[in-house]
């Protein structure tokens, strides 16, 4: 449903509003709803949207942006083709050998029932 941004990475960090409050604006556009049923019955909008808010560790998230410079970034372009050094793996172990990093999930539902019943009374009228 468009959940994937132009650079390809689904993280958004709070370097730009650290230790205050953010709304998170969504916006969904281009979807169907449709309903293929002899019988129409209101119950059939009993329905909704499940989103997932996950949050991520200081080392996660630097990780994050390390694979993405490397598979993606014009400094991982640079060097697979040797123009440029060899961008070294991240690490936050004091042996270099991996991550140590955290995650935490949070699940919202969003019931449409409303929403859907007010969109198929405006497109009768």
Same mark, same amino acid.
């Given at each position: 449903?468009?959940?994937?941004?132009? /650079?390809?990475?689904? %993280? %958004?960090?709070?370097?730009?509003?650290?230790?205050?409050?953010? *709304?998170?604006?969504?916006? %969904?556009?281009?979807? *169907?709803?449709?309903?293929?049923?002899?019988?129409?019955?209101?119950?059939? #909008?009993?329905?909704? !949207?499940?989103?997932? #808010? *996950?949050?991520?560790? @200081?080392?996660?998230?630097? &990780?994050? !942006?390390?694979? &993405?410079?490397?598979?993606?970034?014009?400094?991982?372009?640079? /060097?697979? !083709?040797?123009?440029?050094? *060899?961008? &070294?793996?991240?690490?936050?172990?004091?042996?270099?050998?991996?991550?140590?990093?955290? @995650?935490?999930?949070?699940?919202?539902? !969003?019931?449409?029932?409303?929403? #859907?019943?007010?969109?198929?009374?405006?497109?009768?009228?």
């Amino acid at each position: 449903m468009g959940n994937d941004d132009s /650079s390809g990475s689904l %993280f %958004f960090s709070d370097r730009q509003f650290q230790g205050k409050t953010y *709304t998170l604006h969504l916006n %969904f556009s281009g979807n *169907t709803f449709s309903v293929k049923s002899q019988n129409y019955d209101e119950s059939l #909008l009993d329905c909704g !949207i499940n989103l997932y #808010l *996950t949050s991520v560790s @200081r080392s996660y998230y630097d &990780w994050a !942006i390390y694979k &993405w410079n490397a598979d993606e970034g014009i400094l991982g372009d640079l /060097s697979d !083709i040797g123009l440029s050094e *060899t961008q &070294w793996g991240y690490s936050n172990v004091s042996t270099g050998a991996g991550v140590v990093a955290a @995650r935490s999930s949070a699940k919202y539902t !969003i019931d449409l029932k409303e929403f #859907l019943s007010q969109a198929l009374s405006q497109q009768s009228l």
